[in-house]
């Protein structure tokens, strides 16, 4: 019998460089600028630029966009969620329905002078999520 050839190798070994650091929310903040800097197309990237043959295109896009969240939002959230989202980001929401507040959200998330604070509250909400589904951490958040 020919000795099979090996393709795959492993190794398995435990970290010793374990350290829980716990991260203060200036931390985060500035882990969401870096973020936020790095993403192309950025108001404060500066190989950020336009041309205006593609400026339809652009227009285009920002549409498909506009629609594509405007329809998540009705979609995936309710009145009570999206007026949480208002609050964070500050927006009124006095004497507005739901279409209404989701099209303030949607023109507040794609101005691009608000990426940080988008991206700072879409963290955090995922950071939210992950405590709902732990069993213990979950008594300890109270939103409703």
């Known amino acids: 019998m020919e000795k099979e050839k090996q393709n795959i190798s492993y190794t398995l070994g435990e970290n010793e460089e374990k350290e829980d650091k716990c991260f203060t929310y200036e931390e985060l903040i500035n882990e969401v600028d870096e973020m936020a800097a790095a993403i192309p197309g950025n108001i404060n990237n500066e190989d950020m630029y336009y041309d205006s043959d593609d400026m339809g295109d652009n227009l285009h896009d920002f549409m498909d966009d506009y629609i594509a969240v405007e329809l998540d939002y009705k979609t995936n959230y309710n009145k009570k ?16 329905k739901k279409d209404e507040l989701i099209e303030d959200i949607v023109l507040f998330e794609k101005e691009s002078t608000n990426i940080v604070k988008v991206y700072q509250r879409k963290k955090m909400w995922k950071y939210i999520k992950e405590i709902k589904k732990d069993k213990y951490l979950k008594q300890f958040l109270i939103l409703d």
């Open 81 to 96: 969620e999206l007026e949480r989202i208002a609050d964070y980001y500050e927006i009124s929401k006095r004497k507005k």
